[in-house]
């Protein structure tokens, strides 16, 4: 084999773009960044094959801070879209992205329906338990006595959504967590995600260095869990369930079927058409 | 005699197979050559209940409801008086009843219509397999004039899957009651016909929608269920798949219309259909497709509005979020299908547009289109085959949204090398890259308005018809009855010009202004309580000095004779 022909293998770099992110210094989203490229390079999927596909927030900016295609959409809908794309393109690889606010509250519905459909791609939310775009409002993951936003000043009072816990409930079929401090850890995660079949959801604890500045105490408290992988449902949701929301890894690996449509052509349109003839 | 078309209507409890006999009907009819339109209405209930359907056939096209019932075969008396203000009786009207039916109910009575009653219960009894359907398709049969063999084929045909022994039930039903009608008199006969071996089509509006998104090229489809709507999606469902396509089924109208913006985005034409609540909960998601430059398309077949109004009868009630319901300045495409064949038509010259304009259509359709089943002749193969323009692999200094003459720039699709962008909602520069420069914006609104504006969209925009100094202008579904009216009005010696209007948005006002080249007033009509459609005129169009406008909202349908009647008035 001549060296013209040799292969190089990609680099994360080569994922990333030269646009420079709108985010303030310190925020996480800078190294989920560098996960979710370093993960494509892992898996090696030409730039041109892949698809990051996002909502509205901080965290939805990421699209365009990659090189390869993306959408950045509407608040909330980054799963639709990318379901759409990924039923009609199955061959691409596709990651769908976003905050706690985009996925779990305005985008609730759609979360639950795509965990349930189970179509093969990764979504990657990346949690700071805000709203940082419209600074600082309390989001469904938000612990009930945060006061520091105008709006919930005496704290939401409400408990806080468990994403992993209804991910698993719903019909996801690999669930992580990672935290941004982390980021080559957090991109082995990535990759993992996008090779196993189906819906796989990664939570990256990922500090808003401005509206939530204590979050950077998170760096002491995350882990690794203690227990490996599970496939068994009841196991995980016991573990999902008691767990502090501190320990990273891929917490549950499971075998559910995969929403995969065929298109494959069977008949032309003429001998649809021709059953309207009487 | 025979006469030029006939109008029946047969009611009945559910179960009774009110549907079918209708169905059978019309198709058989089909067989011998005649046209048809057949419309349904039903209770309340989601089973059962009562029913009726409505048949108008004819030697020629039919595309709307007459203005007059020739026949109404009531199987029973159940609730007749719901469908009582849709069955036009007059003393003309023969109504066919059950002997044993018991009284005559007022709001017939009172029509002075001719009752006749026939021992119907009895013969069912005397027929073994017998069914109150058949019997009263063979009175039908005989009264309107039906050949044997068109009879028998549709009897066969529709039965099959049930065995030889229902067929043969069947036939013996349908001969029984063709017998007890020896003695009626009755003079709807039809005129005989042939289909001068052209062929002839039996189609739904809702149907034809999901046949013109094929045929224009849609291969993905997301779907939330909604009356009037829920069969374009039930038709494509299947037959996308035999073509290689695929329908998913979505959570809700907020998914929906996001994964056809994301199947689009792959390359791939992409449509849904709705009404108007869903058409309400994807309007964030039109703009984004809009400012994104993703073509889509979504059928709203209108119903009764506002909120879940009346959810199974139609108006056209719809126009105003159709044209404004987007926030920003989203500049995208109105489509109006104004027959059932045309919902054909203008979905597939919608999928067209929508891909060559890189934009969001919305096509029009209304509950009265898209329920009711037609006879028409085979509609004409279009050349409207979605062709985007797209860029092919490594082309030097691509930007997604560079600003062209046309205004259309040409779009890469994932898996293209050298092609990445991200599509974005957020405005942009030409490299796709978020701005909020004031030159910026101006120049994509610029060429976002541009490319719909300086297209050719051809004569299709509208269906000008007849000379005249009167012109009656209006879309959609009251289209059918406006032409009739018309046609009678151009039988008794006057001279009227129809203007139809197909494409709604961008206003073609220069083309609007040619066609009324010559008149002197004009007659609007539109099927909407708040004047929707004639405050669009007025607001885009140079209209002549005299206009007159005649609107009614849902339920009712407009029928020719009323329409007539504005015209001879105002002449
Ligand atoms: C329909 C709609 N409602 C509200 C907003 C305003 N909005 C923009 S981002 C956002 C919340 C983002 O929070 P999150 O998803 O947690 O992302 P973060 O900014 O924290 O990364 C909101 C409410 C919007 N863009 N669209
Ligand atoms: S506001 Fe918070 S989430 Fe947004 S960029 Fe700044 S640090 Fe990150």
């Known amino acids: 084999m001549t060296s013209e022909t040799a292969v190089v293998a990609p680099k994360a770099r080569d994922y990333k773009s030269d646009y420079k992110p709108v985010w303030c210094p310190g925020c996480g989203d800078f190294s989920v960044l560098s996960s979710v490229t370093k993960a494509f390079a892992e898996i090696g999927t030409p730039k041109e094959n892949c698809a990051v596909i996002s909502g509205i927030g901080c965290s939805s900016r990421i699209p365009a801070y990659t090189s390869v295609y993306g959408f950045h959409g509407v608040h909330g809908r980054a799963l639709p879209l990318a379901t759409g794309l990924k039923v009609s393109r199955p061959e691409l690889n596709v990651v769908a992205t976003g905050g706690d606010g985009d996925g779990f509250s305005i985008g609730g519905n759609h979360f639950m329906h795509a965990c349930r459909r189970n179509v093969d791609m990764v979504y990657v939310v990346m949690d700071n338990e805000v709203y940082g775009m419209t600074k600082g409002q309390a989001s469904p993951t938000t612990a009930p006595d945060w006061d520091k936003s105008k709006l919930t000043p005496h704290g939401t009072g409400i408990n806080p959504f468990q994403p992993l816990a209804i991910a698993l409930a719903a019909g996801a079929n690999f669930i992580a967590r990672g935290f941004s401090g982390d980021p080559n850890g957090t991109a082995k995660l990535i990759a993992d995600a996008m090779k196993h079949p189906g819906f796989s959801l990664v939570q990256i604890l990922s500090p808003c260095v401005t509206f939530r500045p204590e979050q950077k105490d998170w760096k002491g408290m995350v882990r690794p869990a203690e227990i490996e992988a599970t496939s068994d449902i009841g196991r995980a949701a016991r573990r999902l369930m008691t767990d502090d929301g501190f320990n990273t890894g891929i917490l549950y690996k499971g075998s559910r079927n995969v929403y995969r449509p065929a298109l494959e052509e069977s008949e032309t349109v003429a001998e649809v058409e021709a059953t309207f003839a009487l | ?571």
């Open chain 2, 1 to 571: 005699m025979s006469a030029e078309t006939i109008s029946i209507a047969v009611t009945g409890a559910g179960g009774a197979g009110v549907m079918t006999a209708g169905q059978m009907l019309l198709d058989a009819g089909a067989k011998a050559g005649w046209y048809g339109l057949m419309t349904r209405s039903s209770g309340p209930q989601i089973r059962g209940g009562e029913a009726a359907a409505f048949l108008r056939m004819s030697p020629g096209p039919v595309n709307c409801g007459d203005d007059k019932l020739h026949i109404l075969f009531a199987f029973d008396w159940m609730n007749v008086e719901r469908f009582a203000a849709e069955l036009f009786l007059n003393s003309d009207t023969l109504v066919l009843c059950d002997s044993d039916a018991g009284e005559v109910p007022n709001v017939i009575s009172s029509s002075g219509a001719r009752v006749v009653a026939l021992p119907l219960k009895k013969t069912v009894k005397e027929v073994e397999g017998g069914r109150i359907n058949m019997i009263g398709l063979g009175v039908l049969g005989k009264l309107v004039g039906l050949p044997d063999e068109a009879v028998d084929a549709v009897i066969s045909s529709a039965l099959k899957k049930k065995g030889q022994e229902a067929i043969d039930f069947s036939k013996a039903g349908y001969k029984a009651g063709f017998d007890l009608a020896a003695n009626v008199e009755c003079d709807a006969a039809l005129s005989a016909c042939s289909t001068d071996g052209v062929e002839r089509w039996g189609i739904s509006g809702n149907e034809a929608a999901g046949l013109g998104g094929l045929k224009g090229g849609v291969r993905f489809v997301a779907a939330y269920p909604i009356t009037p709507a829920t069969e374009v999606l039930e038709w494509l469902a299947p037959n996308l798949e035999k073509v290689g396509g695929t329908l998913v089924q979505a959570e809700d109208e907020l998914a929906s219309i996001v994964q056809i913006i994301g199947g689009s985005f792959g390359g791939t034409p992409s449509m849904t259909a709705t009404s108007g609540p869903g058409l309400a909960l994807m309007m964030e998601a039109m703009g984004l497709a809009v400012a994104s430059e993703t073509p889509i398309v979504v059928v709203n077949v209108q119903r009764g509005g506002p909120s879940t109004g009346i959810p199974t009868k139609s108006e056209q009630s719809d126009l105003n979020i159709a044209l404004h319901g987007l926030h920003g300045d989203a500049p995208h495409i109105v489509t109006a299908p104004n027959s059932i064949p045309d919902c054909l038509f203008t979905t597939q010259w919608s999928v067209f547009l929508a891909e060559r304009l890189q934009t969001a259509a919305i096509v029009l359709s209304d509950q009265a289109l898209g329920q009711s089943r037609v006879v028409c002749d085979k509609p004409a193969d279009l050349a409207f085959i979605a062709k985007r323009d797209v860029v092919e692999a490594n082309v030097e200094n691509y930007e997604r949204y560079s600003v062209t003459a046309s205004g259309v720039s040409p779009m890469a699709i994932p898996g293209t090398p050298g092609g990445e962008y991200v599509a974005d909602g957020l405005e942009h520069a030409p490299n796709a890259r978020p701005s909020s420069a004031a030159e910026d914006h101006i120049e994509q609104l610029d060429k976002r308005d541009r490319k719909l504006t300086q297209f050719d969209y051809g004569n299709h925009w509208a269906d000008i018809e007849g000379e005249g100094e009167m012109a009656v202008i209006t879309w959609g579904s009251t289209t059918a009855p406006v032409r009739e009216a018309i046609e009678r009005a151009e039988a008794k010696g006057m001279k009227i010009r129809m203007i139809s209007m197909r494409l709604l948005m961008p206003m073609q006002t220069e083309k609007f202004a040619e066609a009324l080249k010559g008149v002197t007033k004009a007659l609007v009509i539109e099927q909407t309580h708040s004047k929707q459609f004639f405050h669009y005129l007025k607001a885009y169009y140079d209209l002549p000095a005299e206009v007159k406008l005649f609107n009614r909202p849902g339920p009712l349908p407009m029928r020719p004779g009323e329409i007539l009647e504005q015209i001879e008035s105002w002449s």
